[in-house]
């Protein structure tokens, strides 16, 4: 069974940094595009950053370009994303998806098929 579950999440002071860990089970993430995106109360789920299976070509967010960094460890099945320099805005639940069908970067949480629990990420000012 596909599983993946999430890590690293935590308060922060602003200007700081967090990694964040998607560890998937069942699968080999190497294989698949997977996604990192976040969600507030209200407000629909919305991508951060992403790493195609088929190149590891990346796409990120305007808001997080120059900031935050999705990597890959395929030895360890694990999907990364560092996180610097912090604001307030960053706070958020976030999420790891698997999109088991694209070949490319995919930036639609719809497309995702599998996805993990979430960690939440607090940035204090």
């Known amino acids: 069974q596909a599983q993946l579950a999430e890590s690293g999440g935590g308060l922060v002071q602003s200007g700081g940094s967090l990694r964040l860990s998607c560890r998937g089970s069942?699968?080999?993430?190497?294989?698949?595009?997977i996604g990192w995106f976040r969600q507030t109360p209200g407000k629909e789920r919305e991508v951060v950053a992403c790493?195609?299976?088929?190149?590891?070509?990346?796409y990120y967010a305007d808001s997080v370009k120059g900031r935050f960094t999705i990597s890959r460890d395929n030895a360890k099945n694990t999907v990364y994303l560092q996180m610097n320099s912090l604001k307030h805005e960053n706070t958020a639940d976030y999420y790891c998806?698997?999109?088991?069908?694209?070949?490319?970067?995919?930036?639609?949480?719809?497309?995702?098929?599998?996805w993990g629990q979430g960690t939440q990420v607090t940035v204090s000012s």
């Open positions: 998806g698997a999109d088991i069908e694209a070949m490319g970067v995919s930036e639609l949480s719809y497309e995702y098929n599998y």
């Open positions: 069942g699968f080999t993430l190497e294989y698949n595009t």
């Open positions: 790493i195609s299976s088929s190149d590891s070509s990346t």
